[in-house]
């Protein structure tokens, strides 16, 4: 995610977009990048530790981006079950 | 002297990089963003355009490309680099020059040209020009806007590291205006305008671009 002191002109323009289209409220948007790893074998604490650093060193600009991550079980990814249908 | 342009996969400003170089008193060599060497040079130019398509972020990816370990190195061992737009966010990604460039904050693809000040005169790109010299170059480019955290900030304005600045507008959100940096040596500069398309009167807004590409001899020469 952008750090919360950087400009995010993506999450502007979604944010001018909302009202638009009925909904109302919205205070704040700020848009992201997600990424869905798939590793093999076990996540072991050092494979994790592989991608805190790929995180680190690729995924994310840590001079203006924050990243996290986290680790779920199984596949296939939600996105991909919903397309099917 | 001879300067090396490095084409990466989706680079657009290489050849008239290489061209201003020329232009301007030097010899052009033709560096593949693959390569494993720098063949020679005394200098680099990263030239304009949308390395790699400009995914991930921009920059993020070339600069991970063989030929930037070697610049990295280059760059090290006090070379003179210069990143232009494209460029300048490869070697923000690179962590060469401090900072960061993001979506324009009028969030719309600009293209006009720029007046701006020469403020650093004292880099291997800027000598050529007079301190405080006014120019006047083309600037085009979606991601343009220049951020850093205030502390960053502040020591870049206190170092003199703010080689430009837009005048008149400031065309992209950066911060206090600033059209490009140093590095805290001076070598490595990156600027978001381009002067490779203001070298000769035939094409572009003048010849206000070419102290860009003259001053790497003038400063040989000093």
Redesign the interface.
């Not at chain 2, 343009?144 to 206190?158: S, Y």
């Given at each position: 995610m952008p750090k919360p002191e950087i400009l995010d002109p993506q999450g502007k323009a979604v944010q001018g977009a909302l009202p638009r289209l009925g909904f109302t409220g919205v205070v704040d948007v700020r848009q992201g990048k997600r990424f869905e790893i798939e590793l093999e074998g076990e996540v072991t604490d050092e494979v994790l530790a592989q991608v805190e650093k790929m995180a680190a060193t690729l995924l994310a600009n840590p001079v203006i981006e924050n990243y996290t991550v986290s680790l779920e079980d199984g596949a296939p990814a939600r996105s991909e079950q919903g397309a099917a249908r | 002297m001879k300067v090396g342009v490095v084409t990466f996969p989706g680079s657009l400003d290489d050849v008239d990089a290489r061209r201003a170089v020329r232009i301007g008193g030097n010899e052009a060599v033709a560096l593949w963003h693959a390569d494993a060497d720098l063949k020679g040079v005394d200098a680099v130019i990263l030239p304009g355009g949308f390395s790699y398509g400009d995914y991930?972020?921009c920059g993020?990816?070339s600069r991970?490309a063989p030929v930037m370990e070697r610049v990295v190195e280059a760059a090290g061992a006090g070379m003179p680099v210069l990143g232009i737009c494209n460029g300048f966010q490869i070697l923000?990604?690179s962590h060469l020059l401090?900072?960061?460039l993001?979506?324009?904050?009028?969030?719309k693809f600009v293209c006009r040209d720029q007046l701006l000040r020469v403020e650093n005169n004292r880099t291997p790109w800027t000598a050529a020009y007079d301190e405080d010299q006014e120019i006047r170059i083309v600037l085009k480019n979606g991601e343009g806007?220049f951020?850093?955290?205030a502390e960053t900030l502040a020591r870049i304005e206190g170092e003199g590291q703010v080689v430009a600045r837009y005048l008149e507008v400031n065309p992209n959100?950066s911060l206090n205006d600033i059209a490009g940096i140093a590095n805290e040596r001076g070598n490595v500069v990156g600027l978001m305008p381009h002067p490779e398309h203001a070298v000769e009167e035939l094409t572009g807004s003048g010849l206000d671009g070419l102290g860009f590409f003259t001053s790497l001899v003038e400063t040989a020469l000093a």
């Amino acid at each position: 995610m952008p750090k919360p002191e950087i400009l995010d002109p993506q999450g502007k323009a979604v944010q001018g977009a909302l009202p638009r289209l009925g909904f109302t409220g919205v205070v704040d948007v700020r848009q992201g990048k997600r990424f869905e790893i798939e590793l093999e074998g076990e996540v072991t604490d050092e494979v994790l530790a592989q991608v805190e650093k790929m995180a680190a060193t690729l995924l994310a600009n840590p001079v203006i981006e924050n990243y996290t991550v986290s680790l779920e079980d199984g596949a296939p990814a939600r996105s991909e079950q919903g397309a099917a249908r | 002297m001879k300067v090396g342009v490095v084409t990466f996969p989706g680079s657009l400003d290489d050849v008239d990089a290489r061209r201003a170089v020329r232009i301007g008193g030097n010899e052009a060599v033709a560096l593949w963003h693959a390569d494993a060497d720098l063949k020679g040079v005394d200098a680099v130019i990263l030239p304009g355009g949308f390395s790699y398509g400009d995914y991930l972020r921009c920059g993020a990816i070339s600069r991970f490309a063989p030929v930037m370990e070697r610049v990295v190195e280059a760059a090290g061992a006090g070379m003179p680099v210069l990143g232009i737009c494209n460029g300048f966010q490869i070697l923000c990604e690179s962590h060469l020059l401090p900072g960061a460039l993001i979506r324009n904050d009028h969030r719309k693809f600009v293209c006009r040209d720029q007046l701006l000040r020469v403020e650093n005169n004292r880099t291997p790109w800027t000598a050529a020009y007079d301190e405080d010299q006014e120019i006047r170059i083309v600037l085009k480019n979606g991601e343009g806007g220049f951020v850093a955290d205030a502390e960053t900030l502040a020591r870049i304005e206190g170092e003199g590291q703010v080689v430009a600045r837009y005048l008149e507008v400031n065309p992209n959100g950066s911060l206090n205006d600033i059209a490009g940096i140093a590095n805290e040596r001076g070598n490595v500069v990156g600027l978001m305008p381009h002067p490779e398309h203001a070298v000769e009167e035939l094409t572009g807004s003048g010849l206000d671009g070419l102290g860009f590409f003259t001053s790497l001899v003038e400063t040989a020469l000093a």
